[in-house]
C-alpha cells in the first residue's frame, strides 16, 4: 500500500503563485507516474500534469506555460509549482501515483485532496 499526503493548497489571488507537495510513503517501490488531478465543482476530474520517474512529463493544455511539476524520487514527493494562476484553476486538487509491480501491471493510489481557491 501506498499513502500520499498533499499540503500546500489554500487561497490566492489572481495572478499569484501557489506551490503543492505531495509525500509518498510506505511501500513506494516502484512508483512509476506520480502526477496532479483537479474536480472543480460539478465538473468530472481532469489532468493536470504528471511525471515520469526519469522526469518525462505532461500538462493539460490549460496549464501549459503556467504550472510546473517536479519530483524528488529520493524523498517521493512531487511538487506543483502554480504561476499565474486564475479563477479557473480553483479545484480540490488530487495526487496520483501509479506503481509498476510487473509488465503491464500497475496499482494507483489517491491522495485525499487539498482545495485550491484563487479569487479574482
Known amino acids: 500500500q501506498v499513502q500520499l499526503v498533499e499540503s500546500g493548497g489554500g487561497l490566492v489571488q489572481a495572478g499569484g503563485s501557489l506551490r503543492l507537495s505531495c509525500a509518498a510513503s510506505?511501500?513506494?517501490?516502484?512508483?512509476?507516474?506520480m502526477g496532479w488531478y483537479r474536480q472543480a465543482p460539478g465538473k468530472q476530474r481532469e489532468l493536470v500534469a504528471v511525471?515520469?520517474?526519469?522526469?518525462?512529463?505532461n500538462y493539460a493544455d490549460s496549464v501549459k506555460g503556467r504550472f510546473i511539476i517536479s519530483r524528488d524520487n529520493a524523498k517521493n514527493t512531487v511538487y506543483l509549482q502554480m504561476n499565474r494562476v486564475k479563477p479557473e484553476d480553483t479545484a480540490v486538487y488530487y495526487c496520483?501515483?501509479?506503481?509498476?509491480?510487473?509488465?503491464?501491471?500497475?496499482?494507483?493510489?489517491w491522495g485525499q485532496g487539498t482545495q485550491v481557491t484563487v479569487s479574482s
Open positions: 511525471s515520469s520517474y526519469v522526469g518525462s512529463t
Open positions: 510506505g511501500s513506494t517501490f516502484g512508483i512509476n507516474l
Open positions: 496520483k501515483a501509479e506503481r509498476l509491480l510487473a509488465p503491464k501491471y500497475t496499482d494507483e493510489y
